[in-house]
């Protein structure tokens, strides 16, 4: 579907992007959970959808706040701020400064040691973390061939129907609460659990160790789902 609505910001995109996320200032207890509340309100126009959100939007934290066009003006002038008054100075000093020999460590990097990292982190989480929750489960590396193997890093099965794990590091996110699946990642979840029955759960880690404790108990009850039917 062509999206008519959204501005395009040329090169000035990144930069925006890099910012707003860096300094989350587009996350739910910013500006709210707003794809719940798209759903909510069902809109058939934008005009729709932007007065409901006006009316109905609060911050998710302790203490909500209602969302008023002056709270999206506000955060506007923040990203701002940080752009000029760090981004863009860190950016300036990096662009000084580097060199080919950075570019050069940083692709062996990039492809040898976060590589090795990666496979480490996935073995301590399901070894030391996963395994020890779910005695009874015998998890598995994704055969290559398997469709959803990119997104997809272990399974485990359950009867005749197996979960899914994808195991992100604690640094691809800063907040588990604004973590928003691509629209590529939905699918090929959703096309999982249609071959196997069961959902794809992520479990992002820390020094091996299952950082989003939460999920424990959701993959316990997906288990007890998947055995009763």
Partial sequence: MTNMYSKQ???KERVLNYACQTYQLSRPN?????????????????EQWKQWYFENAFTKSKQPIKITPEVLDELGERLYTKITEFVIPEWEEAFRTLTKEDCTEYIYNLTLNRTYDGYLREKS???DSLAKEFPEMVFEETSPELDHAGDVDYIAKIC??????????????????????????????????????GKVFIIYSIKGEVANKEVIEQIRAEIKRLREE
């Fill in 125 to 127: 989480v399901i070894n």
């Fill in 160 to 197: 005749s129907k197996a979960i899914g794990f994808q195991i992100k590091p604690i640094t691809a996110q800063a907040s588990f609460a604004g973590y928003k699946l691509s629209e590529r990642m939905q699918k090929s979840f959703a096309a999982f659990e249609e071959m196997f029955g």
């Fill in 9 to 11: 910001f040329g090169k």
């Fill in 30 to 46: 910013k500006v709210g959970e707003v794809m719940s509340l798209i759903r909510q309100c069902s809109p058939q126009t934008f």
